[in-house]
């Protein structure tokens, strides 16, 4: 009997769907946008050499970009500062203020901070939240649990006070509304505080040191250092002094030589006093004189010992008399005339009021070099000391 071959059946599968995979999430890394500064504040990225004004960074834009690096934020004495970003969050910073900041959306905010000093709020916070802020002392996690949450940070030293300002959060599981404060114990778990430090802070300041809308220009520029010292006449002493203060607490190698060089002399005054300081590292003075040797450059005279003389390291001596009435000869820089005569004045108590070192006259130098003659001939009195 003959046998059919065997056959093969093919049978159909249920095809079940597969669910369709869900789109990445997208994190937009938001730019903070300055709605008011008083004073100074400045702004640094890891592509930056140097500070620029907080108003140089309004070009920048939102964006998703995988990786995002924080920006570094710097408010300067008597200086404060509010931003905002598109979501909501608002950032306010306090006076002598060192922070970097990144705020993230996705699901969620994520405000990421690096506090290394001085006073800092972020509020508008959405409920679930995140704050995830390094501080010098501890690293701190909170989560906001509801709308509108609003907490500041208070960094001295080691010490790190933290207040809930507004709204409710989270820190692990402890719950903590506003109006509180945020302790640690000894052992690293935190508990609630009544003790909640002054927040005058978070207002902008009354009073400000300098006229603003001129202050606003400078904070637009990318080398603010150099725009701080643009002041002219026009402006008050009180801006002046400010600005030139502002601009070598920013970045003194830069700074002190273009203060020196100023035909301001509030400027060339700042500069004299920052070299005269003691309290300087060697690091630091090495670096601005190294600056200023362009400027030195067309004297002969020993102007870095005589800072040393100010400084306390080293003596007056009639010597040294005798090159600072070298120093105040019309041939001689600006700043070294400017140097030369101070120091004379400080030394022998003379006001040598007919001597201007911004114009000079024959008669002024003459007068000048002749009562130095007369103090260092041999038995006349000694120089009062230190200049």
């Known amino acids: 009997m003959h046998q059919a071959p065997d056959?093969?059946?093919?049978?159909?599968?249920?095809?079940?769907?597969?669910?369709?995979?869900?789109?990445?999430?997208?994190?937009?890394?938001?730019?903070?946008?300055?709605?008011?500064?008083?004073?100074?504040?400045?702004?640094?990225d890891s592509e930056s050499t140097g500070w620029r004004g907080a108003l140089a960074t309004a070009k920048l834009v939102d964006s998703t970009d995988a990786v995002a690096p924080p920006m570094t934020f710097r408010s300067l004495r008597e200086s404060w500062g509010q931003a905002g970003t598109a979501s909501g969050i608002d950032i306010t910073l306090g006076e002598e203020t060192l922070v970097s900041l990144a705020?993230?959306?996705?699901?969620?905010?994520?405000?990421?901070?690096?506090?290394?000093?001085g006073l800092l709020a972020i509020g508008g916070l959405s409920r679930e939240a995140v704050v995830q802020c390094e501080t010098t002392s501890m690293p701190i996690t909170l989560r906001s649990l509801a709308d509108g949450s609003r907490i500041a940070f208070i960094l001295s030293?080691?010490?790190?006070?933290?207040?809930?300002?507004?709204?409710?959060?989270?820190?692990?599981?402890?719950?903590?509304?506003?109006?509180?404060?945020?302790?640690?114990?000894s052992a690293g778990d935190a508990r609630i505080t009544?003790?909640?430090?002054?927040?005058?802070?978070?207002?902008?300041?009354?009073?400000?040191?300098?006229?603003?809308?001129?202050?606003?220009?400078?904070?637009?520029?990318?080398?603010?250092?150099?725009?701080?010292?643009?002041?002219?006449?026009?402006?008050s002493d009180r801006t002046l002094a400010?600005?030139?203060?502002?601009?070598?607490?920013?970045?003194?190698?830069?700074?002190?030589?273009?203060?020196?060089?100023?035909?301001?002399?509030?400027?060339?005054?700042a500069a004299l006093a920052w070299l005269s300081d003691a309290t300087h590292d060697a690091d630091q003075r090495a670096a601005v004189w190294n600056s200023l040797r362009p400027l030195l450059a067309e004297t002969e005279l020993s102007v870095a010992h005589w800072f040393e003389i100010a400084r306390g390291d080293a003596d007056v001596t009639p010597e040294i008399l005798q090159e600072l009435a070298l120093g105040v000869g019309r041939s001689e820089p600006l700043f070294v005339r400017h140097a030369a005569i101070r120091?004379?004045?400080?030394a022998t108590g003379q006001r040598f009021a007919s001597y201007d070192p911004e114009s000079p006259?024959?008669?002024?130098?003459?007068?000048?070099?002749?009562?130095?003659?007369?103090?260092?001939?041999?038995?006349?009195?000694?120089p009062r000391g230190r200049p």
Not at 11 to 24: G, L, Q, S, W
Not at 160 to 178: P, Q, R
């Open 157 to 185: 030293g080691d010490s790190t006070d933290v207040l809930v300002l507004a709204g409710e959060v989270a820190v692990g599981d402890l719950i903590v509304a506003a109006p509180a404060g945020i302790e640690w114990t």
């Open 361 to 382: 006259t024959q008669s002024a130098v003459a007068e000048v070099r002749a009562f130095v003659r007369q103090i260092t001939r041999p038995n006349m009195r000694q």
């Open 103 to 117: 705020v993230e959306v996705a699901d969620i905010q994520t405000v990421r901070a690096n506090f290394e000093r």
């Open 242 to 269: 400010a600005a030139v203060g502002w601009s070598i607490a920013l970045d003194a190698p830069q700074a002190v030589p273009l203060a020196a060089a100023s035909t301001e002399s509030a400027y060339r005054e």
């Open 194 to 235: 009544s003790t909640v430090r002054p927040i005058d802070w978070l207002e902008a300041p009354a009073r400000i040191p300098a006229e603003q809308e001129w202050l606003n220009v400078c904070l637009a520029e990318a080398d603010i250092v150099s725009a701080l010292l643009q002041a002219d006449s026009g402006q």
């Open 7 to 44: 056959e093969v059946i093919e049978v159909e599968e249920d095809i079940i769907p597969r669910p369709p995979t869900p789109p990445a999430t997208v994190v937009r890394h938001e730019t903070l946008e300055w709605r008011q500064i008083v004073g100074i504040v400045v702004a640094s």
């Open 343 to 346: 120091y004379l004045r400080e």
